[in-house]
């Protein structure tokens, strides 16, 4: 055989070979990627905070000026996780954000936070009945700030969210606040 013949069969069984695994490759989404999975029971270390999930329409102010925005709670990987996702618009321009709660050691919470201006933060998360609330609370470091994010839902349903940071050495000061209602 001449080489381009070669050439021209070795293609053809590549082809054959392509489109049959196409044919018979599993689907590996029963439903488009964008499209977010149905809601699944929170595991027990996240059942606490089950009153914060929901879509929240949330507006306030403090040092970035006046604030508007919405977030969401919502179970993810088969309820292992609890997602909050937020954008808000604040004077300074938009602000997104994203936060991951999820089981940690025994009895205890975490949420890796990330937002759009490049900030992560690693919190301590912990939720209480009565009154429904719930608090996250950056470890301590020498020489770096700490923060504390709050939520409590008070008796009309409106939840009150405030925004703390504390200086390294100083105590934790107000740097936004406000009030969400659940749509």
């Keep these: 055989m001449t ?11 590549f082809v054959l070979q392509a489109l049959s695994a ?9 439903q488009p990627p964008h499209t977010a999975p ?6 027990e270390a996240l059942k606490p905070f089950s009153f914060l999930m929901g879509t929240w329409d949330a507006e306030g102010g403090g040092t970035p ?3 508007a925005g919405t977030f969401t709670f919502q179970p993810d990987v088969q309820g292992h996780v609890l997602i909050r996702r937020n954008e808000s618009s604040t004077p300074g321009g938009r602000h997104e954000d994203l936060m991951v709660l999820y089981p940690g050691a025994p009895g205890a919470v975490r949420a ?7 900030h992560v933060i690693q919190y301590s998360a912990r ?8 608090e996250f609370v950056t470890d ?11 939520y409590l839902l008070n008796t009309d349903g409106t939840l009150n969210v405030k925004f703390e940071i504390a ?11 406000g009030t969400a209602r659940r749509r």
């Excluded at 080489?3 to 069984?13: F, H, K, P, Q, Y």
């Excluded at 301590?140 to 994010?149: I, K, M, V, W």
């Excluded at 200086?167 to 606040?177: I, N, S």
């Design 3 to 13: 080489t381009s013949i070669l050439r021209t069969l070795l293609l053809g069984v």
């Design 22 to 30: 196409c044919a018979t490759a599993p689907q590996r989404h029963e």
């Design 38 to 43: 149905p809601a699944a029971e929170l595991t």
């Design 65 to 67: 000026g006046a604030s």
């Design 112 to 118: 890796s936070y990330f937002d759009n201006e490049g």
């Design 127 to 134: 939720a209480e009945s009565s009154p429904a609330s719930a």
């Design 140 to 150: 301590e470091a020498t020489g770096t700030p700490r923060f504390r994010l709050s």
């Design 167 to 177: 200086p390294p050495g100083a105590g934790f000061r107000t740097y936004l606040e």
